[in-house]
Nanobody, 128 residues
Framework: VQLQASGGGLVQAGGSLRLSCTAAGGPFSNWHMGWFRQPPGKAREFVAAITWRGGITFYADSVKGRATISRDNEKSTVYLQINSLKFEDTADYFC??????????????????????WGQGTQVTVSS
């Protein structure tokens, strides 16, 4: 299984970015997908997640109202759109896949150990 993230770059505060993550080597449509990020010098943190059918989405408080996670199972791709970017959104962004597609434990979407497969990361830098 391979996850390839793209779409990062340098953007001014207030701008927008759409990150993409394309999967290969497995039944993407059966997987829950998540986005995490790691700011410089800080620990990795949850950003957003979407269930395998795309019916349920979850967001960290830090991006709620500014971010939208979506997926196209035909293209085996998950997207993360972030608007009104802030300096504190600067981070390496990673996509991750949970091939089990379960709904346990409660709060699974923000637990990094639930995800078995990880992409290589794409860097987002927001200039103030």
């Amino acid at each position: 299984v391979q996850l390839q993230a793209s779409g990062g770059g340098l953007v001014q505060a207030g701008g927008s970015l759409r990150l993409s993550c394309t999967a290969a080597g497995g039944p993407f449509s059966n997987w829950h997908m998540g986005w995490f990020r790691q700011p410089p010098g800080k620990a990795r943190e949850f950003v957003a997640a979407i269930t395998w059918r795309g019916g349920i989405t979850f967001y960290a408080d830090s991006v709620k109202g500014r971010a939208t996670i979506s997926r196209d199972n035909e293209k085996s791709t998950v997207y993360l759109q972030i608007n009104s970017l802030k300096f504190e959104d600067t981070a390496d962004y990673f996509c991750a896949a949970d091939p089990k597609g379960t709904y346990l434990p409660d709060g699974w979407w923000e637990m990094s150990h639930v995800y078995d497969y990880w992409g290589q990361g794409t860097q987002v830098t927001v200039s103030s």
